[in-house]
Structures are given as structure tokens and as C-alpha cells.
């Protein structure tokens, strides 16, 4: 791969998948690093192709994998696999998020663990390999990457929809509803927020760029800790 940096190489081998040098790093180009860089191409465009590859994979090994499934519940399986949080679970997994090239504000505001920009990177990098080495290894890559969700249903239900989650965990648990408290710190343009949660007597605190990202991402904590005691 001649000059290729040593960490792209090593990301490579973590993914098991041979992607184009300049793919790779066209994929790992968020567009607050382009913009401080003259405008260079940035990585939504195969983020674009990459979504599409993921649906598609997805919807086919579930379509197959589960013929007692009705469309309802494939649907709701699909979402979740292919959801912001799941994909920025299987991100952190193999750590992309040291990866991506980011422009100032998103490097001091946490960007590298912001749900949104590491399930977009996942998103161009199964792009940047469909264009490589084509759909079956695109796909390969996909399936790989979501085994883990695929066997842990549960998982993936809190993934998608954490909040209703933790809900019904707690009311589960004879404990009251969730309580939010969310701030904000930052200009409008790049806002940053926090939300605390508190259920059934665990307190969790989540970031994003939304309040929803924010209380999700809180929900989410919230739900792994209370599972792992009951």
C-alpha cells in the first residue's frame, strides 16, 4: 500500500476488507476538516453510497436468516441494526473514531465520539469499499460488522429506540419513569448537549448534537447499567 499511513493500514486490517488508499482516506474526511482545508472533497457522498449498501445488505441476511419473522418485525430489526447508535457502537469497536480527519471546532467539542459523525464515517467507509473491491465484499464487510447486533436482538431494540427502552425497563422494575435534565453549552451553529437521566435509582449522562441525540445517548447508559443489575 506504499505510503499509506501505518494506522490506515492497521484500520484496514481491523475491518478484514481491502480498500483503495485514497478511498480510505476520502472516507475519513469529515466536512469541518475540508472546509478549514480549501473546500477539499469531503466523505458524504460516500456516506450516501455506503447507506444504501448497508440497507441492503441487511435487509437480505434478515429477509433470510428469519423466515418467521413478519415484515413488521423485520423492519423494526433492520432499524435498529442500521440506527446512528448501533452504528457508532460498531465504530468504537474498532476504534475509527481516531481515524477521522476533523476541523478544529468538532475536535474540541468530542466530535470523534459524537454518534452522528462516526455512524456517517461507518457509512463512507462501506462506500469507499463497494467502489474498491465491489458489492460482495461491501457486504461481507456489513455482515461482519453486524453479527454482533444481529445475536443480541435486545441490544439492538435498546439501540434504536433507547429511551422507549429504558421506559419499559423501568416500569418493569416497579420504578417511576425516566427524568431528563438536558443543558447546552456552545454557539447555535455547533451546539453541544448533555442530558442526565435518572431511573430506578441509576443516574447516566449523554452527549450529542441535539437534545434527542443527547437524551438517547444518556438513555442508552442508562439501560446497560440497569441491565446488567437486574
Same mark, same amino acid.
Not at 88 to 95: D, W
Not at 135 to 144: E, M
Not at 172 to 188: E, I, Q
Given at each position: 500500500?506504499?505510503?499509506?499511513?501505518?494506522?490506515?493500514?492497521?484500520?484496514? @486490517?481491523?475491518?478484514?476488507?481491502?480498500? &483503495?488508499?485514497?478511498? +480510505?482516506?476520502?472516507?475519513?474526511?469529515?466536512?469541518?476538516?475540508?472546509?478549514?482545508?480549501?473546500?477539499?472533497?469531503?466523505?458524504?457522498? =460516500?456516506?450516501?453510497?455506503?447507506?444504501?449498501?448497508?440497507?441492503?445488505?441487511?435487509?437480505?441476511?434478515?429477509?433470510?436468516?428469519?423466515?418467521?419473522? &413478519?415484515?413488521?418485525?423485520?423492519? #423494526?430489526?433492520?432499524?435498529?441494526?442500521?440506527?446512528?447508535?448501533?452504528?457508532?457502537?460498531?465504530?468504537?469497536?474498532?476504534?475509527?473514531?481516531?481515524?477521522? =480527519? +476533523?476541523?478544529?471546532?468538532?475536535?474540541?467539542?468530542?466530535?470523534? @465520539? #459524537?454518534? /452522528?459523525?462516526?455512524?456517517?464515517?461507518?457509512?463512507?467507509?462501506?462506500?469507499?469499499?463497494?467502489?474498491?473491491?465491489?458489492? &460482495?465484499?461491501?457486504?461481507?464487510?456489513?455482515?461482519? =460488522?453486524?453479527?454482533?447486533? +444481529?445475536?443480541?436482538?435486545?441490544?439492538?431494540?435498546?439501540?434504536?429506540?433507547? #429511551?422507549?427502552?429504558?421506559?419499559?425497563?423501568?416500569?418493569?422494575?416497579?420504578?417511576?419513569?425516566?427524568?431528563?435534565?438536558?443543558?447546552?453549552?456552545?454557539?447555535?451553529?455547533?451546539?453541544?448537549?448533555?442530558?442526565?437521566?435518572?431511573?430506578?435509582?441509576? /443516574?447516566?449522562?449523554?452527549?450529542?448534537? /441535539? #437534545?434527542?441525540?443527547?437524551?438517547?445517548?444518556?438513555?442508552?447508559?442508562?439501560?446497560?447499567?440497569? /441491565?446488567?443489575?437486574?
Amino acid at each position: 500500500m506504499g505510503d499509506v499511513p501505518a494506522e490506515r493500514v492497521h484500520l484496514s @486490517d481491523k475491518l478484514g476488507a481491502v480498500i &483503495d488508499a485514497e478511498l +480510505l482516506a476520502l472516507a475519513l474526511t469529515h466536512r469541518s476538516w475540508a472546509y478549514e482545508h480549501g473546500q477539499v472533497p469531503h466523505n458524504e457522498r =460516500l456516506e450516501f453510497l455506503g447507506d444504501a449498501v448497508l440497507g441492503q445488505a441487511v435487509t437480505v441476511r434478515l429477509f433470510t436468516a428469519h423466515p418467521e419473522l &413478519d415484515e413488521g418485525a423485520l423492519a #423494526k430489526r433492520r432499524a435498529s441494526v442500521v440506527s446512528t447508535v448501533a452504528l457508532a457502537r460498531i465504530a468504537r469497536a474498532i476504534g475509527l473514531g481516531d481515524h477521522v =480527519l +476533523l476541523g478544529r471546532g468538532e475536535e474540541q467539542t468530542g466530535g470523534r @465520539d #459524537k454518534d /452522528s459523525i462516526l455512524a456517517d464515517t461507518m457509512e463512507a467507509v462501506i462506500g469507499a469499499t463497494f467502489l474498491s473491491a465491489g458489492q &460482495d465484499a461491501a457486504t461481507a464487510l456489513v455482515l461482519r =460488522l453486524i453479527e454482533p447486533l +444481529l445475536a443480541d436482538p435486545e441490544r439492538s431494540d435498546a439501540a434504536v429506540d433507547p #429511551k422507549t427502552t429504558l421506559q419499559e425497563l423501568a416500569s418493569h422494575l416497579g420504578a417511576a419513569p425516566p427524568v431528563y435534565a438536558v443543558t447546552s453549552t456552545g454557539p447555535d451553529h455547533n451546539r453541544l448537549f448533555v442530558a442526565t437521566v435518572s431511573a430506578a435509582d441509576c /443516574s447516566a449522562q449523554g452527549t450529542g448534537s /441535539s #437534545k434527542k441525540q443527547a437524551e438517547m445517548a444518556a438513555a442508552l447508559l442508562a439501560w446497560r447499567e440497569l /441491565s446488567r443489575r437486574a
